[in-house]
């Protein structure tokens, strides 16, 4: 049984950063994909970052690139996102996710990670 625990968000103004943590157990994680997702009050969940489990490729959704970093220390099975030059739009309840079969053409795919953890609120005020 997949367990996913995130930890780290928190209130931040504007311009702000903060720190995300996915603490990922229950089964060996080899060829997995990480990702993150987050939503907002009446939106979708929108797709974030995505990491292999190798830690060799990484994916961005459009709306973070350049201020977002994903990462993992597969020594300790976590997974950071490394969140700078905060917005208020970047408010929404972050979760981390998992997926097994790591299509490539499901990176973006919400649906096609299986396990997910319980979601972490970041607020940025303006």
């Known amino acids: 049984q997949v367990q996913l625990v995130e930890s780290g968000g928190g209130l931040v103004q504007a311009g702000g950063s903060l720190r995300l943590s996915c603490a990922a157990s229950g089964r060996t994680f080899t060829n997995y994909r990480m990702g993150w997702f987050r939503q907002a009050p009446g939106k979708e969940r929108e797709f974030v970052a995505a990491?292999?489990?190798?830690?060799?490729?990484?994916y961005y959704g459009d709306s973070v690139k350049g201020r977002f970093t994903i990462s993992i220390d597969n020594a300790k099975n976590t997974i950071t996102l490394q969140m700078n030059s905060l917005k208020p739009e970047d408010t929404a309840v972050y979760y981390c996710?998992?997926?097994?079969?790591?299509?490539?053409?499901?990176?973006?795919?919400?649906?096609?990670?299986?396990?997910w953890g319980q979601g972490t609120q970041v607020t940025v005020s303006s």
């Open positions: 996710a998992a997926d097994r079969l790591a299509r490539s053409s499901d990176i973006r795919n919400r649906y096609a990670y299986e396990s």
């Open positions: 990491i292999s489990w190798s830690g060799g490729s990484t």
